[in-house]
């Protein structure tokens, strides 16, 4: 059974269609990820899924209960982090997790305990009794996903959990969100940062202007494009010398050269390389330096939609 | 009921700790009161207008006032009247502050309205003693609508043949003066001072009080912590029931801590504890109310707070919180019925009087109106905006 089905969702505010027909499921334990630009309608569609926004359309399935704002069970399942920091500042991390233990029903006699484990997972044990508008950003992230983690979801939603946090912060919330996918908890994570969904995604959803433009792993999201690789050669000497010399190569695409560097598309780069290498010594170039660029979720995303992932 | 409970209890928790919630609801009111009521001298044993009696008449109208109303107010120790033989002496006296208030008859007053000409009294009054003036001013005015009715015995009695004026008008004068002292007792149903100020500052204050929580639930959104509470396994409705339980919560005990403060520290007469009690309730319930329409049509916590400051003081003043309505114009006083400020003193007036319970009944209906109109409201303007993330 999977974790999540959503199908159809729409919500417009006034005019606007924030979010237009989005659907798709979450498998137990795999990791998905909604990567889309500022305004896509990230926030919006996790937002109808954990029953907080009510939707114009669509249904919401967790765990084969369905979802909507009147849900009240159901919910527990669910975990939710907010893109925006949502603790209460002048309450410490401890009541904070306290608080919502008791609204999530906890049980009186495990909830002490629990608090210290989220405490430990968060690594905010020695500053759990400090009032939180104390604590740094990075501190204040990590309480706010850890107040997600209480009442051990069964599905966890993460909206853009990194934002605007320092880079050491961010890659412990990159690693403790891995750690909790490797337990076999499904996630939700939305985010624009490419790299992160490809780190952490099992599977990827394009979205954009409020629709899903593309879904699957990011192989074959990758294939959407065309497996084409780009290769950056660093010359020492006449480029269209080299360029010239390319031409009779029937693997390369397209070829462009400025002074000092050849950028070549080819199709498995890593096969044509000693090849390439080879025409340019004996043309008399000398590389300086070489590199090749698989496709990303950026140039799908590009290929997609026209635009760059972020301006 | 269970969430809304934990959400009151955190709730509760944050207001005693940012403080702000005591100080407005205990410390200023409480302050204010004790202020109030060593500035304004309390109770009638210790508040003494002194007023001087200028009396060039001595006839049968005016022998009743000098000779058994003033005598029966100064034993009551509300006036001290000292007698004058001329009037330039009395004038600068008043003027002089030495005497609050002064009455002047003339020579022939109770002539003239013996013969229906109608007579004048006159009323001294010193500007720095206003209360005082009123207050001499009222004594008279109670005793003057008795000669009225005099007056017009005189006048019927005349008309149908009687010749003894003197005896006739010494019959109509002797039972009405016994009235008047009655009637003016009767007729001021209200607070003694002290009380008064307790219970204006109580259900003043009770209004920034009751705001506190009515308005966590715009800081839940200012928080980010509404989506996490929308997203909880929660009946939606137990948010609204536990921000309305703070307030509740937050107004009744400012209220009794208030009460019983008062009566400890400056001897105020809130009277029967259930009476007021069940006052204290419908008072919140419609600070709630109104509090809560403020809340659902603002949309920072800051406007609310600001709204609501200019809401709680307006309606204050007009509710008459700050100075007895009987003081003011008439036209306030009827203005005043739509404030609960006004409904809660008036009950508190009346059993203070010493009536029964029941005499809350009307008082609490209206206050309960207030919470009825103003929920159904908010419950209007707030449905679709306020439980959305
Ligand atoms: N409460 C609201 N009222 C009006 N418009 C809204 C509201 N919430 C979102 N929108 C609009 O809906 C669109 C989608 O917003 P949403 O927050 O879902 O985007 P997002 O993908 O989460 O973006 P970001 O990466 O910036 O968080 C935006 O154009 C936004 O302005
Ligand atoms: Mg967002």
Redesign the interface.
Known sequence: MNVLECEGLVKAFDDLVAVDGVGFHIAEGETYGLLGPNGAGKTTSI?MI?????SDAGTVTVAGTEIT????????K?G?V?Q????????SAR?NLR??G????LPKQSLDSRIDEVLEVIGLSDRGDDRTEEYSGGMKRRLNIG?GLLHEPTLLILDEPTVGVDPQSRNAILESVEQLGRRGTALLYTTHYMEEAERLCDRVAIIDGGKIRAEGTRRELVELVGQRDTVNLGVVGSAQRLVDALGAVEEIESITSTEGSVEILVEGASSLLPRILDIAQQAGVGISGVEVVEPNLESVFLHLTGKALRD | MRAALVIAAKDLSQRIRDRSAILLGLVAPLGLALIFSAIIPSGTESFDVKVGLLDDDGGPITAPFVDEVLPAVTADGIMAVTDYGDLPALESDVEAGSQNAGYVFPAGFSDDILTAQGGTVRLLGNVDSSISTQIAQAVLESYLSEVDAIGIAVGSALLSGATDVDDITAKAAATPAAVTLADTEAANRELDITTFFSAGMAVFFLFFTVQFGVSSLLEERFYGTLPRLLGAPINRWAIIGGKALTSFVLGIVSMIVLAVGTTVLIGAEWGNPVGVLILMIAGVMSALGIMAVVAVISKTPEQAANWQAIVAVALGLLGGTFFPLSQGPRLLALFSKLTPHAWFLQGLGDLSAGDGLEVVITPTLAMLAFFVVTIALAVVFGRKRVLAP
């Open positions: 937002s954990a029953g907080i926004l009510e704002t009147r849900t009240t069970e159901g919910k527990a669910i939710y907010p925006d920091i949502a603790i209460y500042p002048d309450l009541e608080f919502f008791k609204l999530y029903g107040i």
